[in-house]
């Protein structure tokens, strides 16, 4: 390709045509909402949809019973709460991951106990659980990051020998399948986010799902401020707040269901031609995947990025520089207790300062993670949603960047 400026600086950007939008609806969506407005019946309690899509959702993860709530977040909170987890409990869960999986914990006043995750996969690597294993551990949290699947044969066999829970953070894995299994009902239980940007959206909204029924209805009680579905008379039956999904998020995400596999299949398949083309790129590391994920939704397109490539260019700035060109692209997270309110433990007003059941996490040193926090970038998955030219549009607009990189002196 020619050289020519890059788009921040004033030139054209190099992608000619615009991604596939997201969300993605259409006229089934407007249907929805217009079939549950009409109706006039908005919650779930008198609706039918949000019972509707627990079931279709729950057949389709290959669960027993699906409980649908306000987020994610939520259903991480419900569900630790429904396994009896709690005040000093610890909970072990990856250090490279959205925070909301270790807030979810500290919000039910349990522990989250980091470990380091795989350099290649980015998921919880197995072989650090057993440093952090402590008479005081009552679960781990597997992270399904960027939907590519954690070894959760390692893992299970870990909880099995040391009679713990496993919650599996699925919230970027709608779909995805561990040795042809449908994760999220693998273990005790499994979490879904359905945040606008999730592979499939109602804006806002979370799911738990499980084997177990007997869990679900625990987490419906907590859910609904401790009242059973049948009751008339407010029986309120133990602890719980109000995260109970609307009919109008429910609606939206029954149609959204429907367009899961061909969008997946679309995003593997691109994400494939993907890999291979990124492969001439000096400086692009994508993230690995092991034989068990045979099915890779692709929330994100994840990698690393080697400055070192692109004449010492800050990661902030190739960012930049890859929205300019018109590519959908973020800085990768911060391992977690490399974020303000875990250095600074800003956990009010839930915990004390300094309070002696959680660890200091300005100690804790997961080397992974903090490398992946300082080097990987990511791609919005509507990136994977388009044709072979967007691709190679994208990895122009990458080859661009780097010829065009001013060069810088990199200070060892």
């Not at 089934?28 to 949000?50: D, F, I, K, N």
């Not at 909170?77 to 429904?82: A, F, I, P, R, W």
């Not at 959206?201 to 738990?208: D, H, L, P, Q, S």
């Not at 044709?387 to 190679?392: G, N, Q, R, S, T």
Request: some cysteine.
């Amino acid at each position: 390709m020619t050289e020519n400026r890059l788009a921040m600086n004033g030139g054209q950007p190099a992608k000619t045509k615009p991604f596939p939008e997201w969300p993605d609806f259409d006229e089934q969506e407007v249907a929805a909402l217009t079939r549950v407005l009409e109706s006039r019946m908005w919650w779930r309690v008198p609706g039918t949809e949000v019972e509707a899509f627990e079931r279709e959702f729950a057949t389709y993860q290959q669960a027993r019973a699906a409980l649908a709530v306000t987020s994610g977040t939520h259903a991480i909170e419900t569900v630790l709460s429904g396994l009896g987890i709690g005040r000093g409990d610890e909970v072990i869960v990856p250090a490279y991951t959205f925070v909301s999986t270790a807030f979810g914990v500290l919000s039910v006043n349990a522990v989250p106990i980091l470990v380091d995750v795989d350099p290649r996969t980015y998921c919880l690597d197995p072989q650090d659980l057993q440093r952090v294993l402590s008479p005081r551990t009552r679960a781990i949290m597997p992270v399904h990051l960027a939907g590519n699947i954690a070894n959760m044969d390692a893992i299970m066999e870990f909880a099995r020998r040391h009679h713990l829970a496993v919650i599996e953070d699925a919230a970027h894995a709608h779909g995805g399948e561990w040795q042809s299994q449908r994760v999220g009902a693998l273990a005790s239980a499994g979490i879904f986010s359905f945040q606008a940007g999730k592979l499939m959206t109602a804006g806002e909204g979370g799911c738990i799902v499980s084997q177990d029924t007997d869990l679900i209805e625990r987490c419906y009680l907590m859910s609904s401020c401790g009242r059973s579905k049948k009751d008339r008379t407010y029986q309120h039956m133990m602890l719980g707040t109000t995260c109970r999904m609307s009919e109008l998020h429910a609606a939206v995400l029954r149609v959204q269901l429907t367009r899961l596999d061909r969008q997946i299949s679309r995003r593997e398949r691109n994400a494939e031609i993907l890999d291979k083309l990124l492969q001439t790129v000096e400086g692009i590391t994508p993230q690995g995947r092991d034989s068990w994920t045979t099915r890779h939704p692709h929330y994100m397109y994840m990698f690393r990025y080697d400055s070192s490539y692109f004449g010492g260019m800050p990661r902030t700035e190739f960012v930049d520089s890859l929205i300019a060109e018109g590519v959908p692209a973020f800085v990768g997270y911060p391992a977690i207790h490399q974020t303000p309110a875990f250095r600074e433990g800003n956990f009010a007003p839930r915990w004390k300062a300094q309070d002696p059941l959680l660890p200091d996490y300005q100690a804790v040193h997961c080397p992974i993670s903090e490398e992946l926090g300082e080097q990987v970038v990511w791609l919005h998955h509507r990136t994977l949603l388009g044709d072979e030219e967007d691709l190679a549009e994208l990895v122009g607009a990458i080859r661009k960047i780097q010829v065009n990189a001013p060069r810088r002196t990199v200070l060892n």
